[in-house]
Every structure is written in structure tokens, then in C-alpha cells.
């Protein structure tokens, strides 16, 4: 089982911090992993994205041209990274701030009110574990142990205040399929 | 009969071979000498420059390294940081450290490397054969400079120790010369406060020794003395320039 | 088995350089590798090593001279212009014979080029970089753990025949995470052996002198013959490679780094596909592995080389098999980064269509 998964977003949106978070889980959970940020050439406030392989095997390539999984947190990275999805793969993306639709009928397509969500639990930059949350419980990739675990060794200079809102907000994010259609 | 005199053990009995006249001889010997009288030879490294002076290594009686034009406070910084114990001096000519090498000595003070640097200034390439120098004074000839130093198209000479003075870094800057028996005392007396720093860990010392080229300077050795206490002393102003021991007091 | 951590390739190199007992650290900012210089500062101070910020790559590589003629593992890392800047000092330490190890996180060029990943110093890593008749032993890692490992290998390689070496590694390895398995035997700089040649004070020895010169008739061509047959020991002893389903293979692709990695991931689309498809990754790339070539060259018809530059590594692919075989290439110049369908199309293009 190999999973090539792309986060896309702006700077700030945390997409850096969510493949990493994907790549400790792997390594918690015994699995080989790579991890790759591509950055725009700002060095703050532009596109960011990252790719991140999680596989039962040795990773050939840390370079994904054709993810199995894309979380897409704004509009331009929906336009840039929607065709390169593999057909049959999954494409999650934060409604609350995409507001085009998605056109491939050949892929899972999973909105998701991440920031109005992560709003709801008092801040928004938590939207990207909201996201994180969906898709473990969605692909069934990572349990939501892991993902605690594992944001915790991302964050080791964070207070327990943010810890918590972070397990909340993969908590809230993990729940949410079971009122989706 | 007694001995009086002879060949200091800091230096080889390898002949050197500089000009007649040239100032090299009189700033090894008084190295050579320090080396004993301050009881480091066996524990010094040496850094010979790229220029007349290259064949440093073969004079000097201790370990020695020679490395590129210019880079000579590079690498005794490597030197001395891994080998804290050693004293290590660097030789510069006036091309090596005022032309090729002006941002590694820079640098070097910047951080009050704890070294000791002697820069022999005779305003000329001698190895190469008479260029100007970033030292050359203005109007002076050279073989790239036949008419003389054009300031509007060669620009002015550098200054060392006033550059190097205007940085909080170095610890002792001094310039001397030594055209004189009185002038090679002050300059032995400069060169071992230089050494003595080192030994007492306070950081970056730089002596620079005004000297004669008279073959590149198209004199006769008495000619080149004459010049160099006139012309050189007069663009180049002797004293300390910076003595840190002083505001210590 | 020891701890595995997830670890920035550039982490690495660090934690690799200190694993192997180097305490000296000369360097200068420059993009993709200035989480080597950030990260040394702060573990230099931590375990009493030196750690230098110059004021420029000249410097710092000269700062390096200085401190392996002390006798003493030194390291530099910097990415393509900066190692440009350095090939003066690494001409004169080959020339004095002193091992030392510089890290080249390769970016595009030429000129000030881009940020991104490239292979296009190959060139200049593999043909001594600098002036006179010398060559650096040069790896290239493609994993987090090789970042960590080779430095290790390269001061043992260096110290072993007296001469630099080199890892060429690039932006993306570098920019990476991996996880790593962390080494638990770390060398003691204080258990190295002191060197016959190195300065440090000739207190009970006779005097020691490090240079690049001789001018002295015929003696510097004496040095330099003397330093060939060095060269003639390095390339029968020291080729590395990794060979991967190269036995029945119709097309066998050569690629290093960061290109063996995505060329490995096309192999895997090609043999799912029915091609017989293998890949041969050199790890050392000065001594280039000439023999696996020389023999693999009776056999195998197809050559396809995958490398980020416009086609340095094909020329030592071509020497090596003496054109016994046909040498297809592959490469993307600039930064641009080769993907595994893409890299799968080119075999498509050697193979024929779907087997």
C-alpha cells in the first residue's frame, strides 16, 4: 500500500505543518514516509504546498506528480491540483474559502467547512487539522491516535491550550463524514 | 673566541634569496629571533604569503603552510581554533593582504581572531616584477603604471592600519618601518607586543613594517633606505594605531 | 535497532558530520542548504565545537585548510555559486594533499541560476573543479539516511588517501524528510589518530611544511605523478553502486540522487507494465563505477541516463561502456525536476509500446 498525498494552500494555512504531521504519523505507525515542501518564491504569504508518501514499502519517489490524495485549502491550489489527481483518488477541499466547484466525476470529492469549523472552536488557523482529521477517517490511511501523537512531536514549543484545540479540531474533522453524503 | 653573533634558531640554514636591499631579510630575522626569545618555536605555525615572501616556509624554523594569494587570516583562523595551543602568524606582503586578500584581513580583525599578522608594505609586486600595488603611492612608477600612479585612473593607495582602526575588532595595530637600526628596534618591539598578545589570548594583532624594494623600486639599495624614510613614512604615517591593552588600564 | 526520527536531509548531514567526530564547521549562508550552517551553529556550541560564519565561501574554505592541516576533520557545506567561489582552495588542499570534506546542495545555474534542485555540477565535482590535475572523491546520496551516513564514509575515504572529498547532494534531498536511523556509534574526535603530516608545533620532530608548491625542476611533475597513481588506487578500490533488476534488463537506467529516486518509481510503472526495466545508480561518482559499466555494456542493449542538467553524467556513461550500447538521455536543466511518468514515457519511447 502506497499513498502519494499533495497539501496545498497559502502560506499560513499550516499546509508545511499538516505534511509533516502526516509524515511523524507514518513513522509512528511503522510506515516508510517522505515528506517534500515546495514553497512559492515568497518567503511568506505565498502558495505553499508539500508531498508527502506514506507506503508499506521503501519510497522510490519523494516527487508526486499524481496524487492518490489532495487536500486543497484555497482556490488556486483547487485549479492547479484538481487534474493531477489519479482517477478513483480523493480530493478534499475547504468550502468555507473555495468557492468554485470541482468537476471531475471520476474522483471522491469531499468539501469541507474547515474554517467555519475551526472558527467554531475559537480559531481559525486549526482548519488544516480539521482537514487532516476527514481524510484519516475517510481513507482509513493513519488512526486519529496517531495524528494526535503525531502533531504533538510537530509542535514541541506549543502550549497544552493549543495541543488540546489541535485534538479537537482532528476530533471535530474525523467526525464529520458520519453526517456527510 | 666568544660568539656573538649568529643565525637565530627560528630561522633555517636555507640561503635566502631575496635582493640586495630588500627589508624581507631584516623582518624574518626579527621573527626569527622572537621565536626563541619568546620560547614558541616549537609550538608556532607559520603562514607564508603568495608574493617574494612565498619561500617563508623554507626560512621560517617551524611547522609552516603555505596557502592562496590573500588567504593567509583564513587559514589561521582554521589553525588556531583547532589548535588553540599554538601561536600562528601570518606573513602578508602588500598584494597578498591589500589586494587579493583585503576581505579575509577584514574579516579576521572584524572577529579579533586571536593571531598575529605582519604585513610588510613596500608599495610594489616584487615577485611578478614591479607592478603597482594597492599601495603604490601616487605618481609612483611601476612596471603597470610606467608614467607614474595616475590617481584619476588607478586610484588612490590603501592604508591598512587607519582602514583596519576603524573597526571595534583588532586589538593592536602598529605601523613601523625599518630603514634605520633605531627603526628596526621599535619594530621588534612592535612585533613582539604582537607575539605577546597571542600568548596572552587578547585577540587580533596586525604590524605593518613600511620596507624596500629596490629592484622593484628601480633604486640602489642606499637610494631605497633614503626613499622609504621619506617618501613611504610621509603617505604613511608611523605609530599605533589601535592598542586595546591601553583602554584595559 | 536504534531510534529512527524524521529529519530534514540538510538535519542530516549535520548530525552526520558530528556522528563522525568533525568539530569544525566553516561556512557561509546560501540557499538551499542554510539549514546546515543554522543548525551547526547551534550544535557546534552545544558539544564545543567551531562553528565560523565567514565572510565569504573563499573564506570558509580556506578556513578549512587551516584547520585539516591541523590534523583535524573540518567540513564546509554550500550550494553551486558558493562552490564555484570555493575551487581555489579546494585546487590548493588537493595540491597539499589534505582531506577535508565540502557538502554541495546543488542548485540551478549558471550565474546565480534559481533555489531549485539540480545535478548541473556534475562537471565540476567529478573533473576536480578547479585548476591543475586533481580530482575530489565525490558521493552522492539519495535518502535522509545516506545524508546521515556518507559524511562519515567521506572522512574515512578522504583521510584514507589524503585528498578532499566531496558529497554532491542537491535542493530537494536536502529540503526532504526522511526518517533516519541514528547511528549509537559516534566517533570521539579525541580517539583519531594524529596525522604524520599535520601541524600542531614541532615540539620533539622535525619541522613541517603544507604546500601546493615546488618549483623546483621536474619535482612538481614528480608530485603530481605520485598523486596519479593515488587516483589509479582510488578507482580500483573505492567504486560504489547500487545495481536494481539490472540482470534481465533490455533498458537499464543510470541515475543518482534525487533521479535515482524518481527514475526507481519509473522502473516500478515499467516493470508492472511487462518491460524489463533496471536501474544502475552510481554512489560514487568520482571514481565513476567504470567497471559495472564496462561489463553491463556486453549485455545490455539500452542506456537511458536520467539527470537535472542538460547531459554531464551521459559522457562518463559513454567512456565507460565505450558506446557498446545505445545512450539514450533524459534531463531537465534549470531546476526542472524529472517526474516517474515522465521518465516512464522515455522509456516508452527506447521499449516501444505497452508490452
Redesign the interface.
Given at each position: 500500500m502506497t499513498k502519494e498525498i499533495i497539501i496545498s494552500g497559502f502560506g499560513g494555512q499550516g499546509v508545511v505543518s499538516s505534511g509533516i504531521i502526516l509524515a511523524y504519523a507514518g513513522l509512528i505507525e511503522d510506515k516508510h514516509v517522505t515528506f517534500f515542501p515546495s514553497y512559492g518564491a515568497e518567503m511568506r504569504g505565498g502558495t505553499a504546498n508539500c508531498s508527502v508518501v506514506v507506503s508499506g514499502e521503501p519510497v522510490a519517489s519523494p516527487i508526486v506528480s499524481n496524487p492518490d490524495i489532495v487536500i486543497i485549502m484555497n482556490e488556486p491550489s483547487l485549479t492547479r491540483f484538481e487534474p493531477t489527481v489519479k482517477p478513483e483518488g480523493m480530493l478534499l477541499y475547504n468550502k468555507t474559502l473555495i468557492k468554485s466547484q470541482p468537476k471531475r466525476k471520476d474522483i471522491t470529492v469531499i468539501p469541507i467547512e474547515a474554517n467555519a469549523i475551526a472558527e467554531e472552536l475559537g480559531q481559525g488557523r486549526v482548519a488544516n487539522m480539521v482537514m487532516l482529521g476527514t481524510m484519516i477517517k475517510k481513507t482509513g490511511l493513519l488512526s486519529l491516535e496517531t495524528l494526535k501523537n503525531a502533531q504533538r512531536k510537530r509542535f514541541t514549543k506549543a502550549n497544552e491550550e493549543q495541543l488540546t484545540l489541535n485534538d479537537k479540531a482532528l476530533e471535530k474533522g474525523y467526525g464529520l463524514l458520519e453526517n456527510f453524503k | 673566541m666568544k660568539k656573538i653573533f649568529g643565525r637565530p634558531a627560528g630561522l633555517t640554514e636555507i640561503l635566502q634569496r631575496y635582493c640586495p636591499g630588500c627589508g624581507h631579510g631584516i623582518v624574518h630575522r626579527i621573527i626569527g629571533e622572537l621565536l626563541v626569545k619568546l620560547d614558541i618555536r616549537e609550538r608556532t605555525i607559520g603562514i607564508a604569503p603568495v608574493g617574494c615572501s612565498v619561500f617563508a616556509d623554507e626560512y621560517f624554523n617551524c611547522d609552516m603552510i603555505q596557502p592562496p594569494h590573500g588567504r593567509g587570516p583564513a587559514v589561521a583562523t582554521g589553525l588556531k581554533r583547532t589548535r588553540p595551543e599554538c601561536i600562528v602568524f601570518s606573513y602578508q606582503g602588500d598584494g597578498d593582504l591589500a589586494a587579493m586578500g583585503t576581505a579575509e584581513i577584514i574579516h579576521a580583525a572584524a572577529r579579533n581572531e586571536n593571531i598575529t599578522v605582519i604585513f610588510i608594505n613596500n608599495a610594489i609586486f616584487g615577485m611578478t616584477g614591479g607592478q603597482m600595488a594597492p599601495t603604490t603611492l601616487p605618481g609612483m612608477k611601476s612596471t603597470t603604471s610606467v608614467k607614474g600612479r595616475d590617481i584619476r585612473k588607478q586610484g588612490y593607495p590603501i592604508r591598512v592600519c587607519e582602514m583596519l582602526a576603524s573597526l571595534d575588532g583588532p586589538y593592536y595595530l602598529e605601523r613601523c618601518v625599518v630603514d634605520t637600526p633605531k627603526n628596526v628596534i621599535r619594530s621588534e618591539k612592535a612585533l613582539k607586543t604582537a607575539f605577546m598578545n597571542q600568548i596572552d589570548n587578547k585577540g587580533f594583532s596586525l604590524v605593518e613594517i613600511l620596507s624596500t624594494c629596490p629592484t622593484g623600486w628601480g633604486q640602489t639599495p642606499i637610494q631605497a633606505k633614503k626613499w622609504l624614510g621619506e617618501a613611504m613614512v610621509q603617505y604613511y604615517p608611523l605609530g599605533v594605531y589601535r592598542d586595546r591593552s591601553k583602554e584595559e588600564k | 535497532m536504534a531510534e529512527?526520527k524524521?529529519m530534514y536531509g540538510n538535519h542530516a548531514i549535520v548530525e552526520g558530520v558530528l556522528a563522525a567526530g568533525c568539530?569544525?564547521f566553516?561556512g557561509y549562508p546560501i540557499t538551499p542548504q542554510n539549514e546546515i550552517p543554522e543548525l551547526m551553529s547551534i550544535r557546534m556550541n552545544e558539544i564545543g565545537g567551531?562553528f565560523?560564519q565567514?565572510?565569504?565561501e573563499?573564506?570558509?574554505i580556506?578556513?578549512?585548510?587551516?584547520?585539516?592541516?591541523?590534523g583535524?576533520r573540518?567540513m564546509t557545506s554550500s550550494s553551486s555559486p558558493g562552490i564555484s567561489l570555493m575551487q581555489?582552495?579546494i585546487s590548493?588542499i588537493a595540491g597539499?594533499d589534505i582531506p577535508v570534506l565540502v557538502v554541495n546542495v546543488v542548485r540551478g545555474g549558471p550565474g546565480l541560476g534559481n533555489i531549485a534542485p539540480a545535478q548541473s555540477d556534475y562537471y565540476q565535482a567529478t573533473r576536480g573543479g578547479g585548476h591543475g590535475d586533481y580530482f575530489t572523491i565525490t558521493l552522492a546520496p539519495n535518502s535522509a539516511q545516506d545524508l546521515y551516513e556518507f559524511p562519515r564514509l567521506a572522512f574515512e575515504l578522504a583521510e584514507k588517501y589524503r585528498n578532499p572529498a566531496l558529497i554532491l547532494a542537491d535542493g530537494?534531498l536536502g529540503?526532504?524528510?526522511?526518517?533516519v536511523e541514528l547511528s549509537d556509534e559516534l566517533v570521539d574526535p579525541n580517539s583519531l589518530a594524529e596525522n604524520e603530516w599535520a601541524?600542531?608545533?614541532?615540539?620533539?620532530r622535525e619541522?613541517?611544511?603544507?604546500?601546493?608548491?615546488d618549483l623546483r625542476p621536474g619535482k612538481l611533475e614528480e608530485w603530481n605523478l605520485r598523486r596519479i597513481e593515488k587516483y589509479e588506487k582510488i578507482k580500483k578500490n573505492e567504486q560504489r553502486f547500487e545495481a536494481t533488476d539490472c540482470d534481465d534488463a533490455d533498458l537499464v537506467i543510470v541515475a543518482y540522487g534525487?533521479c535515482s529516486?524518481?527514475s526507481?518509481?519509473a522502473?516500478?510503472m515499467a516493470r508492472d507494465k511487462g518491460f524489463k526495466v533496471g536501474l544502475l545508480r552510481p554512489i560514487t561518482l568520482w571514481p565513476f563505477p567504470w567497471d559495472v559499466f564496462a561489463d553491463m555494456s556486453k549485455r545490455i542493449e539500452n542506456f537511458l541516463v536520467v539527470e537535472m542538467s542538460c547531459g554531464q553524467m551521459i559522457d562518463d556513461v559513454k567512456l565507460a561502456t565505450e558506446c557498446r550500447s545505445k545512450i539514450h538521455f533524459h534531463g531537465r536543466p534549470g531546476g526542472g525536476?524529472p517526474?516517474?511518468?515522465?521518465v516512464y514515457k522515455e522509456i516508452e519511447k527506447v521499449l516501444g509500446g505497452a508490452q
Open positions: - | - | 529512527k524524521l568539530r569544525f566553516a567551531v565560523v565567514t565572510g565569504s573563499v573564506a570558509a580556506n578556513m578549512l585548510f587551516g584547520a585539516a592541516a591541523a583535524k573540518a581555489e582552495g590548493y597539499a530537494l529540503q526532504m524528510m526522511e526518517p601541524l600542531s608545533g614541532c615540539k620533539g619541522r613541517r611544511i603544507v604546500r601546493s608548491y534525487t529516486r524518481v526507481d518509481a522502473v516500478k525536476v517526474t516517474p511518468p515522465e
